[in-house]
C-alpha cells in the first residue's frame, strides 16, 4: 500500500507539473486546446495571470514530491496528506468557478491518492 500511494503522490505531482507547463509557458496554445470555456480573445491579456496560477501550481508539486523525499513515514505521509488536501480544494474551487471538469481532472486524482495514503 505504501508503494502504491508513493505511486499516486507522484502521478499528482506530474500532473501538476504538466498544468505549471501549460500556464506558464503554453498558455496560449496547449493552454487554448485545455481550457475550451475561455473565448480565444483572453488568453493573450491572461498571460501573465495564467503563469501566476501555474506557479502555484508548481508549490503544490514541490510539496509532494517533498512528502516523497521524507524518510519518515509518519511525517511523509502528513506532508502528502496536506498537499494533497490542498489539491483537493484547489480543484474543487476550479470547478466551482470555471469549469466541473476541473473537479474531475484534478481533486479526482488527489482523492483517490489521499484515500490510499490514509490507508497505508
Given at each position: 500500500?505504501?508503494?502504491?500511494?508513493?505511486?499516486?503522490?507522484?502521478?499528482?505531482?506530474?500532473?501538476?507539473?504538466?498544468?505549471?507547463?501549460?500556464?506558464?509557458?503554453?498558455?496560449?496554445?496547449?493552454?487554448?486546446?485545455?481550457?475550451?470555456?475561455?473565448?480565444?480573445?483572453?488568453?493573450?491579456?491572461?498571460?501573465?495571470?495564467?503563469?501566476?496560477?501555474?506557479?502555484?501550481?508548481?508549490?503544490?508539486?514541490?510539496?509532494?514530491?517533498?512528502?516523497?523525499?521524507?524518510?519518515d513515514l509518519e511525517w511523509?505521509?502528513?506532508?502528502?496528506?496536506?498537499?494533497?488536501?490542498?489539491?483537493?480544494?484547489?480543484?474543487?474551487?476550479?470547478?466551482?468557478s470555471v469549469s466541473r471538469?476541473?473537479?474531475?481532472?484534478q481533486s479526482v486524482p488527489?482523492?483517490?491518492?489521499?484515500?490510499?495514503?490514509?490507508?497505508?
Amino acid at each position: 500500500m505504501i508503494i502504491a500511494s508513493k505511486i499516486l503522490i507522484a502521478l499528482v505531482a506530474l500532473e501538476h507539473l504538466y498544468i505549471l507547463y501549460i500556464e506558464m509557458f503554453a498558455w496560449e496554445t496547449i493552454g487554448r486546446a485545455a481550457f475550451k470555456s475561455i473565448p480565444n480573445n483572453l488568453f493573450k491579456p491572461t498571460k501573465v495571470m495564467a503563469a501566476n496560477q501555474g506557479l502555484y501550481n508548481g508549490f503544490l508539486a514541490a510539496g509532494l514530491f517533498w512528502a516523497l523525499s521524507i524518510q519518515d513515514l509518519e511525517w511523509s505521509k502528513n506532508i502528502a496528506s496536506f498537499f494533497l488536501a490542498c489539491v483537493i480544494v484547489a480543484g474543487i474551487y476550479g470547478a466551482y468557478s470555471v469549469s466541473r471538469r476541473i473537479f474531475i481532472f484534478q481533486s479526482v486524482p488527489a482523492i483517490v491518492a489521499l484515500i490510499v495514503v490514509l490507508l497505508s
